[in-house]
C-alpha cells in the first residue's frame, strides 16, 4: 500500500514534466526557434551527457561550497535562536540587524569578500551561503524555540520544573519541525547562492562560472546543461534535508 501511495505521489509530477518537456521540444521546432534564442531539450540533454565530466566537477565545486555554507549557517543559526529565545532583548536587538544584512544583494557582499580574500579562495561564497543559512535556520528555530503553548508551559512550572527542563522537555521537541522545514528552504538556497556568487569573481571552476562562460560564447545548449546540473544537485540536497526528516523522527519513535 506504501509502494503504490508513493507511486500516486510520484507519478503527476513526473507526468507533468514529461509534457513540459515535449512541449518545450515541439515549440522549439515548430516555430524554428534559433538556437541562441532557445536551445531544445533534446540539445540540453545531447550537452549534459558530452560534458558530463566537467558537470560533474563544477557540481563537485559548487555543492561543496554549498554543503559547508549550509552546515556552518545551520549550527550557527541554532545556535542563536537559543539565545535569542533564552534573552528576548538580544533578539530586539539582533533581528533587525540580521534581516538587513540578508537584505543586502549578494553580489555587493561578494564583491566585498573577493577583495578581503585571494581569488583562490572559497571562502567569500561559503560565507555567503552560511549567512542565507544561518537567517532561514535562525528565524524557524527560534520561532519554534518561543511559540510554545502556554499550557504547557504552565503545567512545567507546576512541577517546579527549571527553565533547563523545560527547554528540553517541551521547547526543543517543539523547534525540531521548525527546523526541518528550515533546512528543506535552506538546502536548495544553499545551492543557489553558490553557484550565483560566482557569477562576480572568483576562481571560473563552479557551476555559476561555466553557466555565464558558455552564455558569453553564445553556447546556450551548453549552458543550460550546466543549469540542469545545478537543479539536480539542488534535488540533491533538498532529497537529503527530507531523509534526514524521515530518520530523526523513525529515531524518535522508536
Same mark, same amino acid.
Request: aromatic fraction near 12%; include cysteine; proline fraction near 4%.
Given at each position: 500500500?506504501?509502494?503504490?501511495?508513493?507511486?500516486?505521489?510520484?507519478?503527476?509530477?513526473?507526468?507533468?514534466?514529461?509534457?513540459?518537456?515535449?512541449?518545450?521540444?515541439?515549440?522549439?521546432?515548430?516555430?524554428?526557434?534559433?538556437?541562441?534564442?532557445?536551445?531544445?531539450?533534446?540539445?540540453?540533454?545531447?550537452?549534459?551527457?558530452?560534458?558530463?565530466?566537467?558537470?560533474?566537477?563544477?557540481?563537485?565545486?559548487?555543492?561543496?561550497?554549498?554543503?559547508?555554507?549550509?552546515?556552518?549557517?545551520?549550527?550557527?543559526?541554532?545556535?542563536?535562536?537559543?539565545?535569542?529565545?533564552?534573552?528576548?532583548?538580544?533578539?530586539?536587538?539582533?533581528?533587525?540587524?540580521?534581516?538587513?544584512?540578508? @537584505?543586502?544583494?549578494?553580489? +555587493?557582499?561578494? !564583491?566585498? /569578500?573577493?577583495?578581503?580574500?585571494?581569488? *583562490?579562495?572559497? $571562502?567569500?561564497?561559503?560565507?555567503?551561503?552560511?549567512?542565507?543559512?544561518?537567517?532561514?535556520?535562525?528565524?524557524?528555530?527560534?520561532?519554534?524555540?518561543?511559540?510554545?503553548?502556554?499550557?504547557?508551559?504552565?503545567?512545567?512550572?507546576?512541577?517546579?520544573?527549571?527553565?533547563?527542563?523545560?527547554?528540553?522537555?517541551?521547547?526543543?521537541?517543539?523547534?525540531?519541525?521548525?527546523?526541518?522545514?528550515?533546512?528543506?528552504?535552506?538546502?536548495?538556497?544553499?545551492?543557489?547562492?553558490?553557484?550565483?556568487?560566482?557569477?562576480?569573481?572568483?576562481?571560473?571552476?563552479?557551476?555559476?562560472?561555466?553557466?555565464?562562460?558558455?552564455?558569453?560564447?553564445?553556447?546556450?545548449? @551548453?549552458?543550460?546543461?550546466? +543549469?540542469?546540473? !545545478?537543479? /539536480?544537485?539542488?534535488?540533491?540536497?533538498? *532529497?537529503?534535508? $527530507?531523509?534526514?526528516?524521515?530518520?530523526?523522527?523513525?529515531?524518535?519513535?522508536?
Amino acid at each position: 500500500m506504501r509502494a503504490e501511495t508513493r507511486i500516486q505521489r510520484i507519478m503527476p509530477p513526473l507526468i507533468f514534466g514529461v509534457a513540459f518537456l515535449l512541449l518545450w521540444e515541439a515549440l522549439v521546432k515548430g516555430f524554428n526557434l534559433k538556437p541562441y534564442f532557445l536551445a531544445a531539450p533534446s540539445k540540453i540533454i545531447e550537452q549534459f551527457f558530452k560534458n558530463a565530466s566537467r558537470i560533474w566537477e563544477a557540481s563537485a565545486v559548487s555543492g561543496t561550497n554549498a554543503l559547508v555554507g549550509l552546515i556552518v549557517g545551520t549550527v550557527l543559526g541554532i545556535a542563536m535562536s537559543f539565545v535569542l529565545s533564552r534573552f528576548r532583548f538580544l533578539g530586539e536587538l539582533i533581528t533587525p540587524l540580521a534581516i538587513s544584512l540578508n @537584505a543586502i544583494p549578494i553580489f +555587493v557582499l561578494v !564583491a566585498v /569578500l573577493n577583495n578581503m580574500y585571494s581569488i *583562490t579562495s572559497e $571562502i567569500p561564497r561559503r560565507f555567503m551561503v552560511t549567512l542565507v543559512v544561518y537567517f532561514i535556520v535562525l528565524v524557524n528555530v527560534a520561532k519554534g524555540l518561543t511559540q510554545v503553548r502556554s499550557t504547557h508551559i504552565e503545567l512545567m512550572h507546576s512541577y517546579a520544573a527549571s527553565e533547563f527542563s523545560i527547554m528540553r522537555k517541551v521547547r526543543v521537541p517543539n523547534a525540531v519541525p521548525y527546523l526541518f522545514t528550515a533546512l528543506k528552504v535552506a538546502a536548495p538556497a544553499s545551492v543557489i547562492t553558490a553557484f550565483v556568487s560566482e557569477y562576480f569573481g572568483g576562481l571560473q571552476n563552479g557551476l555559476g562560472s561555466r553557466i555565464t562562460n558558455n552564455i558569453a560564447t553564445s553556447k546556450n545548449a @551548453a549552458a543550460w546543461a550546466y +543549469v540542469f546540473g !545545478a537543479c /539536480l544537485l539542488g534535488l540533491v540536497f533538498y *532529497t537529503l534535508s $527530507i531523509i534526514l526528516e524521515s530518520v530523526t523522527r523513525k529515531g524518535d519513535k522508536k
